[in-house]
């Protein structure tokens, strides 16, 4: 039977995913990306090799996997033929046989790169990847996007887009961007970049229910994090998409029937890039732990550069990421970055008002103060390659996890080397 896995962050994003999907890459033959698009990095290394992708599903590297981009990502074509030329060039196989894109995938333009920007500018600031994800989405939801496999047709797509350009080119104006190139340049550059990008559009919802026919095993490779979803995440200071597992399922033309597990993955702390709450933050007494995970975590965005802001882990908010998922297993990453700190602490409840809650509230999230459990620091994990090895405090850091999310932790990072990874029960 197809046991099909959907894996996805629990976090705000970076929890490490690639390194995951590159292990459940080696039972896959398909892997999916179903949101998002280039605001993503995953990092991935290989025998000391460090490859980093955007836009790629991160399976790519495992040569007998065949990736699908999904309907629900929104694409930019320059992204992914710049990401395809340089896998190409260490020699892995990118040819269409191997690698499929959407036909009705949502194309990034470049006016949507600088409404990213613009509006990041001039308006209260998300801290967005300026890679135009959230215009770009806007532009599906307002009926005005444009859909890849619309190329095939230029002069049809010509006169269709031309209103849409003008509002846009009105809309920079006012925002004050000066720069902006002409309907004709965007246009014809799209066109020549479609001619490469053509080979390997694909029906991916139709192929993806054949791949399932026929036993394939199917991953799907989340991106960003739960609490950055548009929905459920700490709104407005979120990306433009569904990051939760339901839009596996929606992102890919794939029945949500056939989804047959879900995996959350968490670091053994927690991250965000960009602005917004962060109730577990490092402050105060905390400064220097927050730098040590920064440093050690080499916290760092893949995207953008940009440094990440650390905090504790957060059992409230994973609370709610296994809730909206029904995660039914956690992968652990990052443990090892913890070596080494005198304490260790993670947040088990938040207090809202004077009032204790396990909750994670929908609004006011800027005001409430967590509640921490303490947990003796513990050494270097380098070598350890079993559970039963893990030190005491370790054992009791997982135990706390496991019994406050009921959900059992079945993989443990402990470096980010391919081989540094614990397996359990599972
Ligand atoms: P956007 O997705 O570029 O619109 O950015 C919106 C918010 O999501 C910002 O806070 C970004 O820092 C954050 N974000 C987007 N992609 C990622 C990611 O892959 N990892 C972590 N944060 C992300």
Redesign the pocket.
Known sequence: MSQHIVLLGAQ???EGKAKIIDHLAEKADIIVRFQ?GN???HTIVVNNEKTILHLIPSGILHPNTINVIGNGVVFDMEVFLNEKERLAQKGVDVSPERLKVSEIVHTILPYHRLL?TAREKAKKR??????G??PAYGDKAMRLGVRLGEFQEPQKLRSSLKPTYDEKYLQLRELGETNIPSFDEIFDNACSLFKRVQPYLTDSSRYLNRCHQDKKQILFEG???TL?DIDYGTYP????SNTTAAFAACGSGLSPKHLHQILGLTKAYTT?????PFPSECKGEDQNAGEWMAQKGGEF?S??G?ARRCGWLDLVSLRRATEINGFDGLALSKLDVLSGLREVKMATSYEIKEKKTKEFPNFGLDEVSPVYESFEGWGSMESIQNEKELPHSVKAFLQRIEEELNTPILMISTGPDRDQMILRKG
């Open positions: 705000w994003g970076d998002g605001n993503a990095g990213d998300i801290g967005t990847t300026g890679k994800i959230g991106a960003q994090g950055l200071y979120v990306t433009s965000r890039v960009g602005a917004g965005g995207t953008t940009r």
